[in-house]
């Protein structure tokens, strides 16, 4: 059975990454992800046996972002958009498109901006979504339709009133970059987890001592 240790340090970056996709609040979306871990660790001998650990702490989070999402403010870039690594990869017109995609969710409600997250990055269904987050499909439908009003307003050409994404319509129009900066997220964290063995060991300690209190 693989360790506690071990899940942790391999699937953090990924499960941080994609919960920063749902919210600009980055400093909730940690606490939120501590606690799913620490969640985890409690229960770590029968979730360990799971199919996938990782989507159940995935799960956890999501449903924690969507409860507190109505309370959400924007306070800052929620990936590292200056990564040199994936600029040059990107390009200046994928740079430019990925960034144009993230100030346009920056602009949605909270609870809009979850559910556009799990429909165009996720690819979930509208009632998968609804099941997940334990709300009526009606909501669902709602929250897409006005989240998608608002990125279509956004990602426009204020010139040309051309999409940014030209012969793309939503969701792809949306999916395409946020994957690319989901994709370079995750390497980012990946590689700040790997390389700070300090901030590693902070990070385990203090889902260790909350799993204790708890």
């Known amino acids: 059975m693989v360790t506690f240790t071990d899940f942790f340090e391999t699937t953090f970056p990924g499960v941080l990454s994609r919960a920063l996709m749902s919210s600009g609040d980055r400093h909730e979306v940690e606490d939120t992800v501590q606690d799913a871990y620490t969640e985890a660790l409690r229960a770590w001998d029968r979730i360990a046996h799971y199919d996938s650990p990782e989507a159940w702490v995935a799960r956890v989070v999501r449903q924690r972002l969507w409860r507190s999402a109505g309370r959400w403010r924007y306070r800052g870039p929620a990936v590292p958009g200056e990564n040199a690594a994936w600029v040059a990869a990107q390009g200046d017109r994928g740079h430019a498109r990925a960034r144009a ?24 269904g509208q009632q998968e979504i609804a099941d997940e987050l334990g709300i009526a499909r009606g909501v669902v439908v ?8 608002t990125l279509e307003n956004a990602l426009v050409d204020p010139g040309s009133r051309r ?52």
Do not use: N, Y
Request: with cysteine.
């Open 101 to 124: 995609v993230l100030t346009a969710l920056d602009g949605l409600p909270g609870r809009q901006r979850v559910v556009i997250v799990l429909h165009c990055l996720d690819g979930l």
């Open 142 to 149: 709602g929250s897409i339709g006005k989240g998608r009003r």
């Open 163 to 214: 999409p940014l994404s030209a012969g793309s319509a939503l969701p792809e129009a949306v999916s395409d970059p946020l994957a690319d900066v989901l994709a370079a997220t995750e390497r980012w964290w990946a590689d700040r987890v790997a390389a700070d063995s300090r901030a590693r060991e902070r990070l385990l300690r203090a889902i260790v001592s909350r799993s204790v209190r708890g």
